[in-house]
């Protein structure tokens, strides 16, 4: 473990809950990914990710699927596609992400604490 977090430092994160309305191959990444649209509902509405995890999600098993994700994070361009938040996922036991997500459905938007 390099440093401890605070709790501070953990409620900066702002961890939501979405579901993905579209799921498209991106072959324009440097690693193979999936471009991803989430909705969250609310003010936050669809944002885009690039996620690796070509290896356990076929494009078409992701449209309505909730995942959590990091939606306070800046913008990053990859390939020319803006990630607009963080999926969030924990590796296999190859190295391979797993996503997260809740074990029951939620409302799109809720927060994690």
């Known amino acids: 473990m390099d440093s401890l977090a605070t709790l501070d430092d953990f409620l900066r994160l702002d961890i939501r809950v979405g579901t993905v309305v579209d799921a498209q191959p991106f072959p324009e990444a440097r690693k193979p990914s999936i471009r991803l649209w989430i909705d969250f509902g609310g003010t936050l509405g669809v944002k885009r990710s690039s996620a690796q995890i070509t290896v356990h999600y076929p494009t078409d098993r992701l449209i309505g699927r909730q995942v959590l994700a990091v939606v306070n994070f800046p913008p990053r361009s990859i390939a020319g596609f803006e990630s607009e938040v963080l999926t969030l996922g924990v590796p296999d036991e190859n190295g391979e992400v797993v996503l997260l997500k809740p ?9 994690m604490y």
Do not use: I
Not at 103 to 111: A, Y
């Open 103 to 111: 074990d029951m459905r939620v409302p799109d938007g809720g927060k």
